[in-house]
């Protein structure tokens, strides 16, 4: 509540002690209702939602949790992968619910082979919890008729140092005059660095 309660009645009882110790304990119980309505309205979206909110979905949905090495993001964001996972499924969609349950696209790699009925995933993940939910995602979205082989590879970074040169050549024969082996037909000029 942005003004005291005291500022809503008439100026004669400003002076009075009674309805100022009454306004200013009923300014603490109306900031304390704000606060518990603000925290309501964000328990209604999984993104904003309080630890207790999320505890709850998590019971609803089934989700056995550990706090102690799960972060509350990552639960969020397990809460919204389980009420997002609705046929039909293609091996796109598999791609991008496994980008985003990683946090960073690349590090899921999926392919299928339809000849053999093999969906291969590749995984450079080394959070536990992300690679249980990875499982638990695949085997959800994934067709009978498909053998999963999970693989794991070390996400690494490679730089690379390129550089460029212009390399002139001067020609130094004429149409009709340049006599063979005896005048070189161009001399190279220094690199130029671009």
């Not at 000849?115 to 450079?124: C, E, M």
């Amino acid at each position: 509540m942005s003004d005291p309660l005291m500022t809503y009645l008439p100026v004669f009882y400003r002076d009075v002690t009674e309805f100022i110790e009454l306004t200013a304990t009923e300014d603490v119980e109306l900031q304390a209702l704000q606060t518990a309505i603000n925290r309501l309205f964000n328990d209604q979206f999984v993104l904003t939602s309080s630890e207790e909110a999320v505890r709850r979905r998590e019971r609803m949905l089934e989700i056995v949790a550990d706090p102690t090495t799960e972060t509350l993001s990552f639960r969020r964001i397990r809460i919204i992968n389980r009420y997002t996972t609705k046929p039909p499924f293609t091996e796109r969609y598999l791609q991008q619910k496994l980008d985003f349950i990683a946090g960073v696209p690349g590090l899921v790699v999926v392919e299928v082979d339809p000849v053999d009925f093999v969906l291969q995933i590749s995984v450079g993940v080394e959070n536990a919890a992300v690679l249980r939910e990875i499982e638990y995602t695949v085997n959800l979205l994934k067709p009978a008729n498909l053998v999963y082989q999970p693989t794991t590879f070390v996400a690494e970074r490679i730089g690379l140092l390129d550089q460029a040169f212009v390399i002139g050549l001067n020609r130094l024969t004429k149409l009709g005059s340049w006599q063979v082996g005896i005048t070189p037909f161009s001399v190279r000029r220094s690199p130029v660095p671009l």
